[in-house]
Nanobody, 122 residues
Framework: QVQLVESGGGLVQAGGSLRLSCAAS????????MGWFRQAPGKEREFVAA????????YYADSVRGRFTISRDNLKNTVYLQMNSLKSEDMAVYYC???????????????WGQGTQVTVSS
């Protein structure tokens, strides 16, 4: 079992930055791949980024590549999403999730956090 809690969401102006955190507990964090997904009003939950157990394998959605950075600190049992150059299109509830292997597909993730709201003003 894995429990995930996101934090760090808030209000930011377009072009600004925000860092999200996801604290994990339960199953050994270092052996779990992690991903970030987001869901905007009226849209399906979509893939943002994923990272393998060691951090050696990283995937990004085309829409965020070059602007967002996913990282993890296994000693702190925490995964991060650094978001730079934010756009209004990035406004959504952001969720972290745990899987056996990093993946772009939400059905591969068995555990999910409660979500944290990111609001981008223009």
């Amino acid at each position: 079992q894995v429990q995930l809690v996101e934090s760090g969401g808030g209000l930011v102006q377009a072009g600004g930055s925000l860092r999200l955190s996801c604290a994990a507990s339960g199953r050994t964090f270092s052996s779990t791949a992690m991903g970030w997904f987001r869901q905007a009003p009226g849209k399906e939950r979509e893939f943002v980024a994923a990272i393998s157990r060691s951090g050696a394998i990283i995937y990004y959605a085309d829409s965020v590549r070059g602007r967002f950075t996913i990282s993890r600190d296994n000693l702190k049992n925490t995964v991060y999403l650094q978001m730079n150059s934010l756009k209004s299109e990035d406004m959504a509830v952001y969720y972290c999730a745990a899987a056996n292997e990093p993946s772009r597909y939400k059905n591969e993730y068995a555990y999910w956090g409660q979500g944290t709201q990111v609001t981008v003003s223009s």
